[in-house]
């Protein structure tokens, strides 16, 4: 714990040249103290600037439900519903702190659409989230990566500092003194799929293996198997490329819904429609 209380004492010290002045952190009832102790965590507010990038990076709208593990003050998620439209609710675990937060979104006229749970981000259930926002220290980054990577599909995520290690984020969010990472939640594209493409007397065999959203494997078609490059989910969105005989490349756009895709194959003529199903399963 001491090399990240260090790497969270640096972060409190850049932070302080972007922060609001001291005195307007809290209110007569709560002054929270920059670098204070919580639970698990040493609590420094995310800059503007920083909360502004995450939510523009996550494409936050009016349609949006966005949770805020681990809430502080509430700056997020009242700037969500303030400068985006969304619904917020965020989680805080310090009674004093979520209390402070509420009465900051009744001043920011935000309280209709920002809801405050004061409790433990593990405990509470943030399930129906489309957008989870997080300035939280690598160790619980990493302790919630496989309830976040279980999702729906194009849930966005998006972390003030620290990433999520072997998880590659989709984004990188730099500002002039903060860095953050976006990641999309992918769908489960791993297994074996039966692909029906017009023209074609046999359904091509497309073959995955994933890692978070990155994808490798084959496409069977025609009696020829070639490897996909190029391949990568984006939430349910997959594409992937193959190199055909005589050099043209085969491009594949499509969605996949729970056990079937359907999308787009590109060859050098025409788009063509197509529709496959998963036949096996693997772990992604």
Known sequence: M????????????????????????GDDKYKPTVGQAGKDVIWVPTPDE???????????????????LGAGDGKIAIAAARQFGAKAVGIEYDKDMAELAKRNADRA???GRVDMIQGDIFEEDFSK??????????????????????????TR????????????????????????????VPAPAAGQWTIDIPGFEQPAVLTLT????MLTGSLKLDGKTVPIE???MRGADMRFQVQWGGGEVLMFEGRILGERLSGRMQPAVKPTFIEGRRTARRPS
């Open 2 to 25: 001491g090399d990240l209380v260090r790497v969270f004492l640096s972060l409190v010290l850049s932070s302080l040249l972007v922060l609001p002045a001291l005195a307007d952190i």
């Open 50 to 68: 920083m909360v502004t990038a995450m939510l523009n990076a996550a494409g936050v709208t009016s349609k949006d439900l966005v949770y805020d």
């Open 109 to 111: 006229g935000v309280s």
């Open 129 to 154: 989230a489309t957008v989870v926002t997080m300035y939280l220290l690598p160790d619980l980054n990493l302790r919630l990566k496989p309830i976040l990577k279980k999702m729906p599909p194009g």
């Open 157 to 184: 995520i998006v972390s003030h500092s620290f990433d999520m290690q072997s998880w590659e984020p989709d984004l990188r969010i730099e500002t002039g003194a903060a860095s953050g990472f976006m990641w999309i």
């Open 210 to 213: 994933q890692i978070h959203q």
């Open 230 to 232: 190029e391949a990568r």
